[in-house]
């Protein structure tokens, strides 16, 4: 099984990648990691220049002996490729997963508004820290290698499902490239926001005219809200924002789930599992 | 002539408030300037409750004898009273003028989506800081006193527009309180936002389904951008960033403007002047 790392926003480390290619050889030695220099690449902000990010995924997506492509990290950037990369993948973009999370929502959900392959909101190639142990990266390879069920979201119960970064989600409203969710049950997760500010997205999600019809919403962890931008200050809790703006959608808010910016984030294949 | 200062958002300060009406006594005594006690509430981040906010907003602009509502503060808060207010508002609300700015482009993007009255983009009552001299308030009240075309932002030209904080019109993309633009320059501005962050919103602003067809689009002020992450560390300047989002909107980018979060915050009626 080959599996390609490319990174559509920023850079990962040699470090990282040589970390994660350790863990699959140890693990997974059945699996051919080709990880592109592309990932390496600094331009800005970004992994490389747009026009770069953009061949490079390509390349792997288009190509028939690959069988996964494993996002290195998120960040900023994968939305600057949206434009070029979509039109010009081929048949062999259509059988391949595509796995990972955070600023990767954009590409996951415009493949998935295409359902070109199988995108997978899950852990990234670079999250392979010291103090995780590999937890992250062995589900993500016992997702995409085995179909490990232990690996999924549990509350994953045969209803359609799809993640994002509320961020990410927001983003694309309005856009083309925001995927019809009826009947999914939609999982989102929060990083680094203020709580004002995750009301704010919140409010998007509950009046987005293209996300009536969903089946209901999961929060996952809400992590590295800034001080002073938090529950006390904001005065209401997560848990009273999702069930008022939950209320105004008109679907339910089912409850927390496991994905998010830490340890704990378990794989959401989009759609059925 | 009667002005109702409310704040559907943050509180403004007993001081501030004080410190209009003395501006307004000295310079425009023509003017009866009511300063809602509302204004001072605190309720966790907003100026009191949701329903008092709401309450407070619809009595002065379903009141005839009120000919303009000013809007106190921006902050966060003025879409959370949206599906209250908007569908309250009688034939008092159809004749009124609302300025504010920043968060207060909830409801003046609202009630232009709807044609209710005058929605105008400018300096709100608390903008009258020691700094400003009164530069600012000075200009809300020149145009909604006397239509004073000194106050109007210079690049206004005989076609409609619109002017938004970007991140609030953003948010009201794909929802059904997003105005319809065709034809109009749209006029954006910057608070506090990294260069990450404003290109992913031009991102959204450029592929936005509902805003096909304006005209072009304006740059008004980049304030506050935090440190780390600003035109060096993204590597794009913002003229590099609005050319390329305004490219692949198919409009044109007009250039830059006079509004924003800064004492050069001109007054930008909505729709034709």
């Not at 954009?106 to 103090?131: C, D, K, T």
């Amino acid at each position: 099984m080959k599996i390609a790392v490319v990174a559509p926003a920023r850079s990962i480390s040699v470090e990282g990648a040589a970390r994660v290619a350790a863990f699959t050889a140890l693990y997974y030695p059945e699996v051919e990691l080709v990880i592109d220099p592309q990932v390496y690449m600094e331009a800005g902000h970004f992994a490389g220049p747009d026009a770069i990010r953009a061949e490079t995924f390509l390349r792997y997506a288009n190509d028939p002996s690959v069988d996964a492509i494993w996002f290195g990290r998120g960040g900023y950037g994968s939305n600057r490729i949206l434009a070029e990369v979509m039109p010009k993948l081929g048949p062999a973009a259509r059988t391949k997963s595509y796995m990972g999370f955070s600023d990767m929502g954009f590409l996951l959900g415009a493949l998935y508004a295409r359902r070109i392959g199988h995108p997978v909101h899950g852990p990234m190639a670079s999250n392979v820290s010291e103090s995780s142990k590999g937890v992250g990266v062995g589900r993500a390879l016992g997702w995409l290698v085995n179909k490990d069920r232990n690996a999924l979201e549990p509350t994953l119960n045969g209803r359609p499902a799809a993640a994002f970064n509320l961020v990410i989600l927001c983003a694309l409203i309005g856009t083309p490239w925001m995927p019809d969710l009826t009947d999914h049950v939609l999982y989102i997760e929060e990083v680094g926001e203020a709580y004002y500010r995750i009301d704010r997205l919140l409010f998007q999600m509950a009046n987005a005219t293209q996300l009536k019809g969903i089946a209901g919403v999961r929060l996952g962890a809400v992590t590295d809200v800034p001080d002073g931008d938090n529950e006390k200050e904001f005065g209401e809790s997560l848990e009273t924002m999702m069930t008022r703006w939950c209320g105004d959608m008109g679907v339910p808010y089912l409850g927390r789930a496991r994905i998010g910016h830490d340890t704990d984030n378990l794989v959401v294949p989009f759609g059925l599992v």
